[in-house]
């Protein structure tokens, strides 16, 4: 079973604007992970944020947690096409085990 | 410094054979995990490591077979391969279980 749910599962904006995607999950957490997936490639980590954050920012990356409403949000701001990727929220609820992904969100950036 | 190298990068294979995804990693990460990513289904955990000779299971483990004799490489077996393991593998590690985990390209596997 999938920790975490990304939503929407699809998303096509145009360039500079900006792309919010967000992540529910189901049990405690220590912290929420983003990857990003672009097409052919493995997942590469952009941030972290631990249980008893709310907020953190990395260059154009803003991601919120609210461990009440177990869900996070990912925001890209001034969006370029070159952020045309999938998108994966990843956290560490389950006692013993990796990281669980979620499904994704696909973005499309058109130029 | 490679990070994590998967190899093949592609494989055909037919029904019952066996085969071996190849994973070596270079950062001397104790944690290593192979994914398998089918569409719409995100990534999936298949088996994990937490050090070298200590391996478990993730949630999709039969069928597949895992060792860890060394912290650089963490082989995953397909026994006997079925068109249901048609599928993008991916390794990981990393140096933490909560870490954020390294990745490699994949491996692309098709089972006919």
């Known amino acids: 079973s999938q920790q975490g749910e990304e939503d929407p599962q699809a998303l096509s904006i145009q360039e500079g604007e900006n792309a919010t995607m967000n992540c529910s999950y189901k049990?405690?957490?220590?912290?929420l992970q983003w990857y990003r997936q672009n097409s052919g490639r493995g997942l590469v980590h952009l941030i972290l944020?631990?249980?008893?954050?709310r907020e953190k920012h990395s260059g154009r990356l803003r991601v919120t947690l609210d461990t009440s409403k177990k869900s996070s949000s990912l925001l890209i701001t001034a969006s370029r096409a070159a952020d045309t990727a999938s998108y994966f929220c990843?956290?560490?609820?389950?006692?013993?085990?990796?990281?669980?992904f979620g499904g994704g969100t696909r973005l499309m950036v058109k130029p | 410094n490679a990070g994590v190298t998967q190899t093949p990068k592609f494989q055909v294979l037919k029904t019952g054979q066996s085969m071996t995804l190849q994973c070596a990693q270079d950062?001397?990460?104790?944690?290593m995990s192979w994914y398998r990513q089918d569409p719409g289904m995100g990534l999936r955990l298949i088996h994990y490591?937490?050090?070298?000779?200590?391996?478990d299971q993730g949630e999709v483990p039969n069928g597949y077979n895992v060792s860890r004799s060394t912290t650089e490489d963490f082989p995953l077996r397909l026994l006997s391969a079925a068109p249901s393991q048609t599928s993008v593998y991916f390794c990981?590690?990393?140096?933490?279980?909560?870490?954020?985990?390294?990745f490699g390209d994949g491996t692309r596997l098709s089972i006919l």
């Open positions: 990981a590690s990393s140096p933490e279980r909560r870490q954020p985990q390294h």
């Open positions: 049990t405690s957490i220590n912290n």
């Open positions: 944020i631990r249980s008893n954050e």
């Open positions: 990843a956290t560490d609820g389950n006692a013993g085990n990796m990281l669980t």
């Open positions: 950062m001397n990460h104790e944690y």
């Open positions: 490591s937490v050090g070298a000779g200590i391996t």
